[in-house]
T-cell receptor, first 114, second 108 residues
């Protein structure tokens, strides 16, 4: 069990560019979550996968954001045409099936849009 | 949607002191977790506690679900306890909602 891995840890990009983040959950976890955290705030829910199915999306996830989990293992979060307001920490978490749903978080991917 | 309020927003302690952090939530929950976010941003799950009391070393937590609050107790605080403590709840689905956190600084 190597924990939840996120890549890259830091990304600096210019406004208008596309960026993609990857999350590798704990191998036996079938649920995967993306959160966004801005300075001084708690994590905000973006989306959730059960295996490969995306079951819930926040209204925070505009048309410029897309998330996939093609084989029910790793997930990607893509942001198209980045804006300065997209600057944040993007956090991935996973949990095993069952009632408790205890979340294990990765270290996060910090995005800075210039 | 459910509202999660944490208090106090900021807390400064002298090393060795005890403290109580509070989390109030506006609706019934089936899942409540406490997390610690260290200064490097890593979120660590401290407790899964939808009801009752649990203890882990110097930390303990109590959730009174019928009165919609949870408490996190830190005893004999250490500088390594510094960071942000988050309460996070779910109301039946799998979307977990976080409070704004309590920022703790423990002085040596």
């Amino acid at each position: 069990d190597t924990g939840v891995s996120q890549d890259p840890r830091h990304k600096i990009t210019k406004r208008g560019q596309n960026v993609t983040f990857r999350c590798d959950p704990i191998s036996e976890h079938n649920r995967l979550y993306w959160y966004r955290q801005t300075l001084g705030q708690g994590p905000e829910f973006l989306t959730y996968f059960q295996n490969e199915a995306q079951l819930e999306k926040s209204r925070l996830l505009s048309d410029r954001f897309s998330a996939e989990r093609p084989k029910g293992s790793f997930s990607t979060l893509e942001i198209q045409r980045t804006e300065q307001g997209d600057s944040a920490m993007y956090l991935c978490a996973s949990s095993i099936g069952g009632g408790a749903n205890v979340l294990t978080f990765g270290a996060g991917s910090r995005l800075t849009v210039l | 949607g459910i509202q999660v309020e944490q208090s106090p927003p900021d807390l400064i302690l002298q090393e060795g002191a005890n403290s109580t952090l509070r989390c109030n939530f506006s609706d019934s929950v089936n899942n409540l977790q406490w997390f610690h976010q260290n200064p490097w941003g890593q979120l660590i799950n401290l407790f899964y506690i939808p009801s009752g009391t649990k203890q882990n070393g110097r930390l303990s937590a109590t959730t009174v679900a019928t009165e919609r609050y949870s408490l996190l107790y830190i005893s004999s605080s250490q500088t390594t306890d510094s960071g942000v403590y988050f309460c996070a709840v779910s109301t039946g689905g799998f979307k977990t909602i976080f409070g704004a956190g309590t920022r703790l600084f423990v002085k040596a």
